[in-house]
Structures are given as structure tokens and as C-alpha cells.
């Protein structure tokens, strides 16, 4: 038997019995009294269902990080934050801006400006479109929820990965804030805080912010700079409207800059010409800086009607983001026989969405919600390549105007045919449709670039138009989808406090355009949907009164028409474009553990387990490859201990690991002999805190070390050139950082 299936027999075979042994032992236990007054872990209430609830009474793969876990700890990326959450990753391969985000091996490397996500990102319940949308800052959140799995009845968004709910905490009726200092690693400066404000009895403000400086992790001694310094901004405020208990409304005013994004560096691999090989480490000689800026500004509106147990929920948003580059495109010094290749992209992304939701008395047998969502995004776009090599100059600009437009209708009702049995169905209409006007420029001249700005068509002297047919001109397609899509969820509670569902969810993402078409007209083509079958059986038990937590699951996704990108040499020059096209299918199998314990009041224990086989089961030259970024074997541990001192200070030392096997970075390049550049084997990080906290809990100190045995290890890597010429890119993950941070309360 193939060892892919042995693991999904015995996965299957193995979740009953553990199940049935959990309720044994849950029956044991309720015959015992138990009149212990001993604190139990916290109960978590989430809104993953559109609804609060206990994240134990959750039937899904859900995982939650709470705010008071990010906050002064010296988490300053999203990707770090969810460690713990099993089978998903937001690597840092581009910088803060763009996390690449996995899920249960379901993600996208495509870096084309209109690339949609198959994880949904939201921020405080608004679905974040752009790709460079979803690296927000971490600062005074109340909790980040990740859910596992198709999401395509109760978001905004048909997501066939999963999706991630960024909550910010929300203006309360107390005067209040914080304050965070923080300094650290490469002159690492942070400061964050909040104000919480009661201007009367039916309105309170919250202001918020956050400041980031950073040098880079690598240099470039050429030009004697670091290289992905980080100099963030980021402002939130909240205004809470509340005349009385049937009707609130939240405004909130949102701001961020980056004006850079701690991208760690494309370090090129290989011999180049004139025999050039760049130094070993965290050393790039690139002749041209690299920079990013990105501004992103929103505002969005809440409301909250309640009227018989009913509620009606509006959410109006509107986002503008905008992102300007600068790259040395062939990341080489301009030496004898180098080339002088830079790049250069101004995009612009405008979006608003409306959605209106109505839910039923949560106390009912038959609850449920309906709804609507409208999404618009319009995005303009151009990107300049340009070779200033003396003898061989050439410019190309390509300019994009993109349009989307989605609606859609949705419900979800559950019905509780007994006290321990209830079904959850989920049922959506999606219509999207999408316009692209793309037009390409290509020049080419002996004579060089004048003292114009070389990323503008009139740097060039005597430009002539490039003689390829497909160099020049536009092109103008359109199409449209409408899809359903749905699940099934029946759940059974074995005891008070064991719970077991089932869940089939049928997920699908939207068509597109091929945008990185690599100066040749003809790859603008259209991508159609992708459509995913999952099958998902999960337990959720809490034992020892309320002191361990244990949740397991399997599951299983048919794959098909699957959207991938894949690279290719640029006909322009040096390194490759992506080109997004359509796998055939796939399948996913894996499991899931996730355990969370206080053994004593003084210890806090985490861990969680995750299992995944993919593999292109239909592909051409690439069936029997696994999917990308998708480790056979994700695993992290934590511990907690707090120390208490007898002026009633506490001391928390804490401590975590985690472990990746083997990932791939490309979909058809994954020979290990052949391409060692172009995967990562498996590796282990350990991060470390202790912190200080005055008897009044109003001060507290923490020093962090994360990184500890500064691990250097790939997040990505790419091919720099045709194959068999050796030539390649590697991007690594940060380096051991040391910091601290001092946090006051008021």
C-alpha cells in the first residue's frame, strides 16, 4: 500500500478510538464529585461563526491568538505570531508587506498585482483583497482568529484555504491605555500604545499606534547600507456610538506607512559573468537600492441593530493602498560584463465592500443568519523594467488597470435535533466578475538613457520600439463566474465536554488574469477557477476540570483546476516571471492536534502537532509532486511558569520550539540532487522570554531572545536563469534577535 494512503487509513481508524476513549474517560470522571476551586484555562469567545461563542464550542478547525500573547513580547510580524497554529505558515519571503500564506499546503508564490489569495484576510470582519494588505502591524489586538479549511458561506470571500480575522480591541466605557518601549536587535526601536477615552454615556474613543525602526539584516558593502531596513507607522482610531442596549456603531479610521519592509534580501547563488561570485552570508552587492513604499488608509463603519433576539449587522469599508518600488532587479554589482538591470512598480489599490447580515435568536432549536456582501476593487498599476548596460539599453512598461466586482447572497442555519446532536449547513451564491486592460512597451536604442529618470519611456535617446510581435501593444479581456458553494457540519456532543462534527465543505476561488506576462503580450491569458471537495472529522475535549484542552483532526481535499504559478526564464534578461496557469488536481491528506494545559496554577503548557501529504495527482510532467510550501511535519511546544515573589511581583519565564521538515519552494523543480537550492530541509527554531511584573500588574518587563542558536535557513528560493546554468536566489529567515520591551498600564 502507498505509504500517502497508509497514513489516511490509519488516521481515520485512529480518530474513532481516540474518540471513544476520551468519552470513556469523560463518563469516569463526571462520576467522580469534584469540588475543586482551582483555576482553569481561559475560555476564549470568538466570532468565527459570526456569532460569540467559546472557541471549544466551535464545530472547525480553528485556532486563536490571543492579544496579550503578541503585545511586548517582540512579535513585530504576522507570520511569527501563529507558531502554534498547525499546517500554516506566513513566511516573510517578501518583506512584512506581503506575507505568503499556507494553509493546509493551500496557498499562492504568484506575485502579480491582481493575485487573489486562497486565504482570506480580514481586519476587524473586512476582507483585505490585496496581496500587500495583509501584513498589518501587531499592536493592541485583542485576538487574531485563523480558521482552517474553505470558507464560502459565512465570509466575505470565497477562500478555499481558510481564513484569518485580525480583531483590534474595541473603545470600552473606562478611561484607560498602555504604553509599549522597545529596543532590540540592528538598532531595533518600537513604541506602541492606546488611549481609551468615555466622552459621555453613549460614546467612547480609542486611539491607538504604533512606530517601528529597524536596520536590515543584510548588507551591502558595496553601497555601504543594510539592506530590508523597517521603518513602520501605523495608527488606528475607534470611535464607539452605544445610546442604548439595542444599537451600537463603531467608526474606525485606520492609517499605516511602510517605508521599508524588512524584506531580508534576493541574494543571488551561482557564478555570474566575469566569473563573479557574491560573498557567502547575509552580504549582498547589489549596485542599485532596493526600496518599498506602501500607505494604506480605510475607514469603516459597524452597526449593530437588536430587536426581538434578532440582530442586523451592516459593515461598510473602504481601503486605498498604495505601493511604490525600487529594485535592483539582477541584485549584481555593475562590474565588467554585469548587467544594470533595475525594476520599478507604482500600484494603487481601491476598494469597498458592503455587507448586511440578519441573525436569529442564538437561544433557539433552529438558529440561523443570511446575508449579502458586495465587494469593488479597482487597482491601477505600472511597472518599468529597465537594462542600463552600456551597448545593449532597453525599457519596458507595463501598464494595468484591473476591475472586480463580486456579490453575493448566503445562509447558514443550524438546527439541534436533540440535546447533544445538531447540523450546521451553509449554502452561497457568488457572482464575480473581473476587466483587465493591460498594455506592454517595450524600446530598445545603442545610445543609452539621457538625465531623465530611467524609469520613464522618455529616459531613452533615440528609442526604437522593439520589433517583437507580442512586445508592444495591449490587450483587453473580461469574463465573468458564478458559482455555489456550501458544507455541511452535524455535530455530537459525547459529553459536556467532548465534542465531535463532521464537516464537508465545497470551496472554490474566483477566475483571474495572468499579469506577469514577462514582456511577451500572449501569457495575459485567464485563469480559470479552482474548485476544492474537503472532508473533515474533529474532536474537541477539555479535561481535568478545565485544565487541559485537547482538539485533534483529519481531514482530506480533492483538488482540481488548481491555480499555480510557475516560473520562467524572463525573455528580457536576467532571473524569471511568474506565469499563473491552472493545475489539473490534487489531493491533501493530513491531521491536526493541538493541545493547551495548565497542570498547575503556576505552569501553562501549548503544543500542536500537524501532518500533511500533498501531491499533484494530475499535472503532466509534475504528477507526483507535492505542493509547495508544505511540510510533511509541522510541531511546536511551549511552557510557561510564573514565579511568584513575596512583595507580590511575579516573574514569567517562558520558552517555545518549533520544527519544519522538508518544504519545496517551486512546484516543478523539486529534484533534491538536481535543485538543493531551491528547498529547505527541515530545521528547528527556539525563541525564549522572561519577564518582570510589579505587584500592581501596571509595569511590566520582558526580555526576549528569539532565534537562540541563529539558525539560518531559506523561506524561499527561485531560479536566476535557465535551467542548467547553476544560477539561483535565496532569501532567508531572520537571524537570532535579541530585545526588550517595557510595557506600563494606565
Known amino acids: 500500500m502507498h ?38 484555562l481561559q475560555k476564549l469567545v470568538v466570532t468565527a461563526q459570526r456569532r460569540e461563542q467559546s472557541a471549544q464550542e ?60 486562497p486565504t482570506g484576510i480580514y481586519a476587524d470582519d473586512v476582507y483585505l483583497n490585496a496581496p500587500i494588505a495583509g501584513g498589518v502591524a501587531l499592536f493592541d489586538l485583542n485576538r487574531i482568529e485563523v480558521l482552517r479549511g474553505p470558507q464560502g458561506t459565512l465570509y466575505g470571500k470565497n477562500t478555499t484555504a481558510g481564513a484569518v480575522n485580525i480583531l483590534s480591541n474595541k473603545p470600552v466605557f473606562e478611561n484607560g491605555g498602555y504604553l509599549t518601549l522597545g529596543a ?85 547563488v551561482g557564478t555570474y559573468a566575469a566569473g563573479y561570485v557574491r560573498p557567502s552570508g547575509r552580504i549582498l552587492e547589489a549596485n542599485f537600492p532596493s526600496t518599498s513604499e506602501l500607505e494604506h488608509d480605510g475607514a469603516s463603519a459597524t452597526l449593530n441593530y437588536r430587536f426581538g ?74 511597472a518599468v523594467t529597465a537594462n542600463l548596460t552600456t551597448g545593449t539599453p532597453r525599457f519596458q512598461q507595463t501598464s494595468i488597470e484591473h476591475d472586480t466586482r463580486s456579490f453575493a447572497l448566503f445562509g447558514n442555519v ?39 529618470p530611467w524609469w520613464r519611456a522618455n529616459a531613452l535617446i533615440t528609442p526604437v520600439l522593439s520589433g517583437a510581435a507580442t512586445a508592444n501593444g495591449s490587450r483587453h479581456p473580461e469574463d465573468s463566474w458564478s458559482e455555489w458553494t456550501f458544507d455541511i457540519t452535524p455535530e455530537y456532543r459525547v459529553t459536556d465536554k467532548i465534542l465531535t462534527f463532521f464537516r464537508y465543505a465545497r470551496g472554490f476561488r474566483s477566475g483571474g488574469f495572468n499579469t506577469g506576462i514577462g514582456g511577451n503580450l500572449n501569457t495575459a491569458t485567464t485563469v480559470k477557477p479552482e474548485y476544492l471537495d474537503a472532508y473533515e472529522i474533529g474532536v474537541k475535549t477539555e479535561w481535568l476540570n478545565g485544565r487541559l484542552f485537547a482538539n485533534a483532526n483529519v481531514f482530506r481535499y480533492d483538488y482540481s483546476d488548481i491555480q499555480v504559478n510557475l516560473l520562467t526564464q524572463n525573455p528580457f534578461g536576467p532571473g524569471v516571471v511568474t506565469a499563473l496557469t491552472n493545475g489539473a488536481k490534487g489531493k491533501v491528506e493530513g491531521a491536526e492536534l493541538e493541545l493547551l494545559a495548565r497542570p498547575v496554577d503556576a505552569l501553562v503548557l501549548r503544543g500542536s502537532l500537524g501532518l500533511l501529504e500533498t501531491e499533484y495527482t494530475d499535472f ?29 511581583s511575579q516573574i514569567v519565564a517562558a520558552a517555545d520550539a518549533n520544527y519544519r521538515s522538508r518544504e519545496f519552494f517551486l512546484v516543478d523543480r523539486q529534484s533534491i540532487n538536481q535543485y538543493p537550492d531551491l528547498t529547505q530541509e527541515g530545521f528547528s527554531l527556539f525563541n525564549a522570554r522572561l519577564s518582570y511584573i510589579t505587584p500592581n500588574k501596571k509595569l511590566r518587563v520582558t526580555g526576549y531572545v528569539d532565534n537562540i542558536t541563529d539558525e539560518l535557513y531559506q523561506n524561499h528560493g527561485r531560479p536566476n536563469g535557465p535551467n542548467g546554468s547553476g544560477r539561483f536566489i535565496h532569501t532567508y529567515g531572520s537571524p537570532r534577535t535579541v530585545g526588550l520591551t517595557v510595557t506600563t498600564v494606565f
Open 3 to 40: 505509504r500517502r494512503t497508509q497514513l489516511s487509513a490509519l488516521l481515520m481508524l485512529a480518530f474513532p478510538l481516540f474518540a471513544q476513549a476520551q468519552s470513556a474517560d469523560a463518563n469516569a470522571s463526571a462520576a467522580a464529585k469534584d469540588d475543586s476551586a482551582e483555576p482553569a
Open 58 to 117: 466551535v464545530p472547525a478547525a480553528l485556532s486563536v491568538i490571543k492579544g496579550q500573547d503578541l503585545g511586548g513580547n517582540g512579535d513585530t510580524f504576522l507570520g511569527d505570531a501563529i507558531k502554534f497554529v498547525p499546517n500554516a505558515a506566513a513566511q516573510k519571503a517578501d518583506g512584512d508587506t506581503r506575507p505568503r500564506w499556507y494553509i493546509r499546503g493551500l496557498g499562492t508564490g504568484d506575485t502579480g498585482v491582481s493575485t487573489v489569495y
Open 184 to 268: 532590540g536587535t540592528k538598532k531595533l526601536r518600537t513604541i506602541e500604545g492606546a488611549v481609551n477615552g468615555v466622552v459621555s454615556d453613549t460614546l467612547a474613543i480609542r486611539a491607538s499606534f504604533y512606530d517601528e525602526q529597524r536596520d536590515g539584516f543584510t548588507r551591502n558593502p558595496l553601497l555601504g547600507e543594510t539592506v530590508g531596513d523597517v521603518d513602520k507607522r501605523a495608527y488606528r482610531l475607534q470611535f464607539l456610538f452605544r445610546p442604548n442596549s439595542d444599537f451600537d456603531a463603531l467608526v474606525k479610521l485606520h492609517s499605516r506607512t511602510y517605508d521599508g519592509d524588512g524584506n531580508t534580501g534576493s541574494l543571488p
Open 309 to 382: 433576539g434578532y440582530q442586523f449587522t451592516s459593515i461598510t469599508a473602504f481601503d486605498n493602498i498604495k505601493n511604490k518600488t525600487f529594485s535592483d532587479a539582477d541584485n549584481l554589482p555593475s562590474t565588467a560584463g554585469q548587467t544594470d538591470q533595475r525594476s520599478y512598480g507604482n500600484t494603487r489599490y481601491d476598494q469597498v465592500s458592503q455587507e448586511f447580515r440578519l441573525a436569529s435568536p442564538k437561544e433557539e432549536l433552529l438558529r440561523w443568519i443570511v446575508g449579502a456582501h458586495y465587494f469593488q476593487e479597482d487597482i491601477d498599476s505600472v
Open 414 to 452: 443550524t438546527y439541534d435535533f436533540t440535546e447533544k446532536f445538531s447540523t450546521t449547513a451553509g449554502l452561497r451564491w457568488t457572482h464575480e466578475k473581473k476587466k483587465l486592460d493591460i498594455g506592454l512597451l517595450t524600446y530598445q536604442t545603442a545610445a543609452g538613457f539621457n538625465s531623465n
Open 620 to 648: 503532466g510532467v509534475n504528477t507526483g509532486n507535492a505542493f509547495v510550501r508544505s511540510p510533511k511535519l509541522t510541531a511546536a511546544v511551549g511552557a510557561e511558569y510564573t514565579f511568584g515573589l513575596g512583595d507580590g
